[in-house]
């Protein structure tokens, strides 16, 4: 399954909605779908797993929804914090794989 | 506090072999599937490889596959990545990470679970 992100970069303003998409080639198996990010020079946090379901400890302005092939992880209200590279992630029995990076920038 | 610490990277001969390790602790580590991934300097993230719990089940991408082997020793809490015949393009930040999820003292793992916890990264250069 080949996932894939769009846009590549978004520029938006704080206190704007950002929606990211993830489409992947072939369904996504129960849902097993992540999203993480990653801030410069960090090492990249679990946001939403389950294609819905907010990781311990995450804002609930971060929002996943989706199934099958199409996947959205919306912001509703950025905070500077927010700004950084949001990765999609299949998972499941088969390969685990990555989509390749939504830079969300400021405007 | 739950950890996972990397080591063994470096500068290698394209050809040549390395070995990384992953140090957990903080968390019940043979109980859990853990994963590799890596990424590229500028690049995005890829995924490399994951092992069961007790080593009986292993999974490598394509890229990898035949040159990289994953295991693990429960008794030290480690993981391990054995990688030959290296390549410019295996040049990458290497991360371990957890498959699991843990709620109320009570913690699950498989490969239906994604990456909840990650180390800091080692760095391995392939360059002649």
């Known amino acids: 399954i080949v996932l894939t992100q769009s846009p590549g970069t978004l520029s938006l303003s704080p206190g704007e909605r950002a929606t990211l998409s993830c489409r992947a080639s072939?369904?996504?198996?129960?849902?097993?779908l992540a999203w993480y990010q990653q801030k410069p020079g960090q090492t990249p946090r679990l946001l939403i797993y389950?294609?819905?379901t907010r990781a311990t400890g995450i804002p609930d302005r971060f929002s996943g929804s989706g199934s099958g092939t199409d996947f959205t992880l919306t912001i509703s209200r950025l905070e500077p914090e927010d700004f950084a590279v949001y990765y999609c992630?299949?998972?499941?029995?088969?390969?685990?794989?990555f989509g390749q990076g939504t830079k969300l920038e400021i405007k | 506090q739950v950890q996972l610490v990397e080591s063994g990277g470096g500068l290698v001969k394209p050809g040549g072999s390395l070995r990384l390790s992953c140090a957990a602790s903080?968390?019940?580590?043979?109980?859990?599937?853990m994963t590799w991934i890596r990424q590229a300097p500028g690049k995005g993230l890829e995924w490399v490889s994951y092992?069961?719990?007790?080593?009986?089940?292993?999974q490598y991408a394509d890229s990898v596959k035949g040159r990289f082997t994953i295991s693990r020793d429960n008794a030290k809490n480690s993981l391990y990545l054995q990688m030959n015949s290296l390549r410019a393009e295996d040049t990458a930040v290497y991360y371990c990470?957890?498959?699991?999820?843990?709620?109320?003292?009570?913690?699950?793992?498989?490969?239906?679970?994604?990456?909840?916890?990650w180390g800091q990264g080692t760095t391995v250069t392939v360059s002649s």
């Open positions: 903080g968390f019940a580590f043979s109980d859990f599937y």
């Open positions: 990470a957890r498959l699991g999820y843990c709620t109320g003292g009570s913690c699950y793992s498989s490969y239906y679970y994604a990456m909840d916890v």
């Open positions: 072939q369904s996504v198996t129960s849902n097993y």
């Open positions: 992630q299949k998972y499941g029995s088969s390969l685990h794989t």
């Open positions: 092992i069961s719990s007790s080593s009986s089940y292993k």
């Open positions: 389950g294609a819905s």
